[in-house]
Structure formats: structure tokens, C-alpha cells
């Protein structure tokens, strides 16, 4: 007995029609990413993003990827500090509060990054707890600018 051909040899008509709107929905979305924007152009980090065209990271090598956003904690850490000294200087009878928010803002970044570095045990919790860590430092910084500020 022969065996059967591999595929019908009469034309099947496949109903795609309700993948179709999950279709559409992509092609948009990638015309949307791929379309350049004003506020994307404006970057808050141009040397973190000119360090993630780097092949490796371009390529989504971990380590190369946390390289990038450690080296732009770096940067908004330095801003931090800077901001926090002078306001230090600038308010020395509330040295000992404006110590003290610092201590407890750290802990609670620190807490904050820890659930995400250990959400599921995979290395994306690397990424995702740095870009958590990045985030909070710059609206600290953000935060001690704005009362340098007033």
C-alpha cells in the first residue's frame, strides 16, 4: 500500500481572518517605532544611547547592555551627589533631615531593586533592576536640583 501524499493535493482555503486584526495591529505598531518622533529624537541620555549602538549591545548582549546603563547610573549619581552637597551647603541647619531623606530614599531604592533583580530569575531581572535603579537616581537628582532651585 503507498503511502498518502504529504499535503492535499486539492487546495484548502485557511481561514486567517481572526489572526487578522493581532496582524494589523503589529504592522502598526512597527510603522509607529520605526517612524521617528520628536520627543524620541530629544534623548535624556545621548551617551548611554550612543553606548547601546554598540554592536554588542546593539545585539542584546547582556552584559554589554549593563555596561551601558551602570556607566549612565555613574553619570546620574554624580548629579545626585553634586546636588545633595550643595544643598547641604547652602541649608546647614537641616543637614541632619535633608541626611536622613537621602538615607531613607536609598533604602528605599534599594528594596524597590532588589523584588526587580530577583522577579524571575532570569537575566532580564538584570536589566530591568538597573533600568529601575537608573530611573530612581535621575528623579532624585531631578528632585534635589528642583529644591537647589527655589
Known amino acids: 500500500m503507498p ?9 484548502q482555503r485557511i481561514n486567517h481572518a481572526p489572526f487578522r486584526p ?5 504592522t502598526v505598531l ?6 521617528p518622533a520628536p520627543a524620541l529624537a530629544q534623548s535624556k541620555h545621548p551617551e ?3 553606548c547601546f549602538e554598540q554592536p554588542e549591545a546593539a545585539n542584546g548582549v547582556t552584559a ?3 555596561d551601558c546603563t551602570n556607566a549612565e547610573i555613574d553619570r546620574q549619581e554624580a548629579r545626585m551627589h553634586a546636588a545633595l552637597a550643595k544643598l547641604i551647603a547652602q541649608n ?7 541626611k536622613r531623606e537621602q538615607a531613607q530614599w536609598q533604602q528605599k531604592m534599594k528594596r524597590a531593586a532588589k523584588k526587580e533583580y530577583t522577579r524571575t530569575g532570569g537575566t532580564m531581572d538584570l536589566l530591568n ?3 529601575l535603579v537608573l530611573d530612581m537616581t535621575e528623579k532624585r537628582a531631578d528632585a534635589l536640583e528642583k529644591r537647589l532651585a527655589k
Not at 3 to 11: A, G, K, L, M
Not at 92 to 98: G, L, R, V
Open 129 to 131: 533592576g538597573s533600568g
Open 30 to 35: 512597527t510603522a509607529a517605532l520605526a517612524t
Open 3 to 11: 503511502f498518502p501524499p504529504p499535503f492535499s493535493t486539492s487546495p
Open 48 to 50: 548611554m544611547d550612543k
Open 92 to 98: 546647614p541647619k537641616k543637614a541632619t533631615q535633608i
Open 22 to 26: 493581532h496582524a494589523r495591529r503589529f
Open 64 to 66: 554589554a547592555m549593563l
